[in-house]
């Protein structure tokens, strides 16, 4: 402060002016900075709330395309005939169904765990109703697995049995009830 008393007005007001200027143009700037952020702010969120949205909409349609192909599946009269013939055939083999199945389909399967699905018969001695129904259904249901890009296609009877399944997983042949 004693420098500026000691200054000339030529001097002081230029420095004022200068000053001023600075003063102005921080508030001008930090003033931008701040609209700018907020704006920045506003149109990421709204480009997010679009994605989300139109996420939402898409796994919506996947889900009701879903529910739509299972109605037509479970209604068809190819399944509800099939279905009929594979729960007789499993009452056919007797008690140990799922040994006598999971042996067939997965033990001796001749394909890798991954492509167990290319079996369309197994050669059951004891159970040849289930294993001639399976090769008429199998090759249809492990189409619309392909097409449809599912994980697997389960049947089962009324008693809560796993009957049928494109994948023969482990839990293939076995109750859930």
Known sequence: MKLF???KIAQKLPLVAIGAAFVASAAIGAGSYGISASTVRA????KLTTVAQERARELSALLLAMRDDLLVTAVSGTTVTSLGNLALGWDQI??????ALQQAFIDNNPHPADQRSLLDEAGLNNGITYDM???????GFRGQLQARGYGD???FDGKGNLVYSVNKGPEFATSFA
């Open 43 to 46: 149109l990421t969120e709204e």
């Open 153 to 155: 296609i389960y049947l």
């Open 94 to 99: 007797g008690s140990g169904q799922t040994t």
């Open 5 to 7: 008393k000691h200054l």
């Open 133 to 139: 129904s399976h090769s008429r259904l199998h090759p």
